[in-house]
């Protein structure tokens, strides 16, 4: 279920470059806000989706807050990315083993 929620929450475009601009560092949502083609509080509200999903956690830094991209969260979603890609190396794996026995030796 977390995984849904943070693949629903990754789906929008504009979610997705503010959880590109958090890759770079911890940042408040004035920050996040600049050059994107979206008002500060359309940031702050694609901030909130994206805490609930688990992939942001933010604190309060004087008068503001500041977001940054939560390594749990994070990390749930590349654990569950990692299995398919341990199958498919364990398949290509099989796969060269079976050809190199199937070759004639010279």
């Not at 794996?93 to 010279?106: F, G, I, L």
């Amino acid at each position: 279920m977390a995984n849904t929620n943070a693949f629903a929450a990754l789906a929008d475009p504009t979610r997705r470059a503010v959880f590109e601009r958090l890759a770079q560092g911890p940042r408040a949502v004035g920050d996040l806000a600049q050059d994107l083609p979206v008002s500060r509080p359309a940031v702050s509200q694609h901030l909130k989706v994206l805490k609930e999903a688990g992939l942001v956690s933010d604190r309060a830094e004087g008068a503001r807050r500041v977001y940054q991209i939560d390594p749990q969260g994070l990390g749930q979603l590349r654990a569950w990315l990692d299995r398919f890609w341990d199958q498919a190396l364990a398949a290509f794996q099989a796969e060269v083993e079976r050809n190199e026995d199937e070759e004639p030796k010279t």
